[in-house]
């Protein structure tokens, strides 16, 4: 099927629009005339969620798939553009419109629900990406000191979230610490009474109830800085907006590509040490030792959401550097040169005090 384009060209001059994080609206890069975007609603986002095990039950049995466009002509100089089949919105290179690709409902078979928009823009991350690497302890001086010209690509990432409420059951012992005296001979031959301390272990039985509420699951596979990128991902949500493409304009934006199901798996993966330490605290002691546990996902719901990312790069001493910046919150996460002298430094610092101390201990204790 056919898919749309939903452009942005200024209707007072005829040049194009992009979304302004401080108005919160459209502007126009030559006349700065600012335009609203159509509010859907915000913040609560419940009536959104769909019910998970009936979606795959659905995906199994039609086997719908989209239809992938690779090319587009911009309607506003006519320019033939390609596109990666992920993408949801791209810019002119020719005449700098911005373009959102959208598909027809009937190709959409699990559409985005909600989308957090940009908060920050290049000159604020600009500031927080200088304040970033003079707090970097082990960064060499003169990288502290250095202004940078940073290469910064704002996208909007999908992501999966998932609800749901999780009963588990569990075998498991319980270590209760308890304390003995022993004899014990010290170097010099002498005999002398110590505390020991030795663990008692008892079986327990059970179960335990958890909820889990919005765990978010980055929905790409295109990306190849998971670790920066994961790092960063907490959104406040109450600020998220009901999907408008109009957010989109103006930014690159990268469709799911990560499969429903394997989302879900992962976030069963990431609520395990959760669950484990709910376990953990029913079965109470000093120790737990977890030996079975069976856990069963039940009113199973998620939505799919776009959330803001910069990724970044900047360059120091011939070397390249990658990190990400969250659009909304301004969280940092990246690559950051290490000066070899400051962790030597640190190195012999360490053993100095250490000898020290055993120093001290010899000269008081043992001599």
Known sequence: MANDQITSKCPNCGSHLEYDTETRKLKCVSCSSLFEIESLGRGDLDEEEQDYFAMVNELRQTKLKKEMVSSLNCKNCGAHLRHDQNTTSTVCPFCGSSHVIETNNEEEVIP????????????ECNQKFHKWIKGKFFAPSAFKRAKF????????????????????????????????????????????????????WSFRSGDCRNSFDDIMILGSTNQNNYYYINRVSKFDFTSMEKFNPQFLVGYQGEKISLPLEEGFNKAKQSVQW???????????????????????????????????????????????????????????????????????ALVLSIIGIAAAIIFIFVFLFLR
């Open 112 to 123: 985005i629900a909600g989308i957090v928009p940009f908060k920050l823009d290049i000159n």
């Open 149 to 200: 010209a940073l290469d910064l690509y704002p996208i909007y990432l999908p992501y999966w979230t998932f609800d749901m409420e999780c009963f588990t059951d569990y075998r498991a012992e319980r270590g209760d610490y308890y304390y003995v005296t022993v004899e014990k001979r010290d170097i010099n031959g002498e005999v002398k009474k110590e505390r020991e301390r030795r663990t008692r």
């Open 274 to 344: 959760r669950i484990r330490n709910s376990i953990e605290f029913d079965v109470g002691g000093d120790e737990v030792r977890i030996l079975h546990m069976h856990t069963v996902y039940e009113d199973v719901t998620f939505k799919q959401v776009l959330v803001p990312i910069y990724n970044g790069l900047y360059s120091y001493n011939g070397h390249q550097y990658r990190f990400v910046m969250n659009g909304q919150t301004g969280q940092f996460s990246g690559g950051a040169p290490t000066s070899a002298a400051k962790v030597v």
